[in-house]
């Protein structure tokens, strides 16, 4: 099992940004295809963006535009860059290992991080 520590969640007023990284503990972090997922109070857990080993990305459409995912293999990290913030983003964010793109978490999610966004 992979092991995932997600940070950088805030309070932060609409149209802000945040940065999340999520470190992973393994050294095979470089071959995995990693996303980010979120969940809001009483909703389910929904993805938010994958990013393959060779660095293809893919995003759901509520943040397209808006959100950028990103990897530093060396630091065995993948970053969640949210730009334009909006209250219907805040939501416990997850990093995890994910098969494919868009596809289902291999078992190994983080603990979350906190984003609230509201003024």
């Known amino acids: 099992q992979v092991q995932l520590v997600e940070s950088g969640g805030a309070l932060v007023q609409p149209g802000g940004s945040l940065r999340l990284p999520c470190a992973a503990s393994?050294?095979?972090?470089?071959?995995?295809?990693m996303g980010w997922y979120r969940q809001a109070p009483g909703k389910q857990r929904d993805y938010v963006a994958g990013?393959?080993?060779?660095?293809?990305?893919n995003y759901a459409d509520s943040v397209t535009g808006r959100f950028t995912i990103s990897r530093d293999n060396a630091k065995k990290t993948v970053y969640l860059q949210m730009n334009s913030l909006k209250p219907e983003d805040t939501a416990v964010y997850y990093c995890?290992?994910?098969?494919?793109?868009?596809?289902?978490?291999?078992?190994?999610w983080g603990q979350g991080t906190q984003v609230t966004v509201s003024s």
């Open positions: 995890t290992r994910i098969m494919y793109m868009r596809g289902p978490s291999t078992g190994s």
């Open positions: 393994t050294s095979s972090f470089s071959i995995y295809t």
């Open positions: 990013i393959s080993s060779g660095g293809t990305t």
